[in-house]
């Protein structure tokens, strides 16, 4: 559910016009639809109305200061996975309460900066970081409250690329260590293990590897119980799949909820949930241009003016979007078939091949949908292009989130040493 469609043959967001979007601030850009983030927020947490929960945004789906205070006005915590992602949660008016701390590099300084925060838990990886994370809290004396990371070995059913929770990721504590690393973790100073955390890949549409982990997880955690640890928390991590393209059905958040539910309450325990995609996916989109049409023996190529530098998951996933004319294709317009590239230098910078779709003249505005996860976020600068800007709806106003820079801005960081300019 979205807030994207044509209204008097143009393709709107929520009451703005996209098409004068990109003639006010140019393409590339993403825009993103707050009816739509706070829709999903609600759904979620709606869901688990009676239940104790905390549904902690995952920030690295998008990051934007704007989208996170978006959330945050939902009642919305964070997960996040860095120092400067802790910073832009804190930001956005997320309290540190609501902030768990994933990834398996944390380094001490952000173990440091987070403890001095006072977030809600630690989701440790390994146990050289267990060590680390208590070495550093017992110097502040301060006591982490952590959950294990676990392996559950559970295959995920998505693209490897974004499977998590096998044995042979480099993610979470093997299952058969967890036991052992929560009786390390008891003895330790500075630590306090509060709950158990699993997170086993994204884009899942099935939710039986998902049943399978939390089962896994659940169980566990009641034997740790039984071993004495004072674990309150389930932290069961995000994936939740949303639809690409018609014809794809992942499981609906309510169903989702209710699986949840069935497995884990009854025993007390906080649920927290760590959604990404399912928020902010169908909640975007990146508009671009068609710059030219370029016929090939045995192709036509669409050449726009957006790169894998601004939507990298074609590139990277192999990731299907739908393209989209901002103005709407009357009846009979021809339908044409194309390869979708950008002007990168770079073989992979493709979107799309053999993508039957309307007919594109040169100049034309396209949206690439469902854009809004893992798309501005993963941006770059490379071939020196800007830096991709983000434009946040909410009715029919809207504000440019995060501005194009401009030359001398994108050149500001860097340095020509003082040994290249002296005459010699
Ligand atoms: C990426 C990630 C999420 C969010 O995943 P989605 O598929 O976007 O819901 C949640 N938790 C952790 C630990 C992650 O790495």
Known sequence: MHH???????LHCEGVDLAAVAAAV??????????????????????????????AYSVKANGNLAVLATLAGQGCGADV???????????????AAKIVFSGVGKTAAEMTLALEQGIHQFNVESAAELRLLSEVAAKLGREAPVALRVNPDVAAGGHPNI????????FGVPWGEAEALYAEAASLPGIRAVAVDVHIGSQIGDLAPMRAAFEKVVGLALRLREQGHAISRIDVGGGLGIPYKEGDA????????????????????????????????????????ALYEKEAPD?????????MNDLIRPALYGAHHDILPLAEPGPGHPLKTYDVV????????????????PAVKAGERLAFMSAGAYGAVLSSAYN????????LVDGDRYEIVRRRPNFEESIGLEKVPAWLTTVA
């Open 4 to 10: 994207f469609s044509y209204s008097g043959g143009r």
């Open 26 to 55: 140019g393409t590339p850009c993403y825009v993103y639809s707050s009816a739509t983030l706070v829709r999903h927020a609600r759904v979620i947490a709606d869901a688990f109305r009676g239940q104790s929960v905390m549904v």
């Open 81 to 95: 996975v860095s120092g400067g992602e802790l910073l832009r949660a804190r930001k956005a008016g997320i309290p």
């Open 163 to 170: 499977s998590t929770g096998k044995s042979g990721d480099k």
């Open 250 to 289: 992942p499981a609906p958040p309510s169903d989702y909820a209710a699986m949840i539910s069935e497995v884990v309450a009854g025993h007390g325990f906080e649920i927290i949930l760590e959604p990404g995609r399912v928020i902010a996916g169908n909640a975007g989109v990146m508009l671009t241009t």
């Open 299 to 307: 192709r036509t190529f669409l050449i726009i003016d957006a790169g």
């Open 342 to 357: 950008g002007p990168i230098c770079e073989s992979t910078d493709k979107f799309a091949s053999g993508r039957a779709m």
């Open 384 to 391: 020196a292009r800007s830096l991709v800007p983000e434009v």
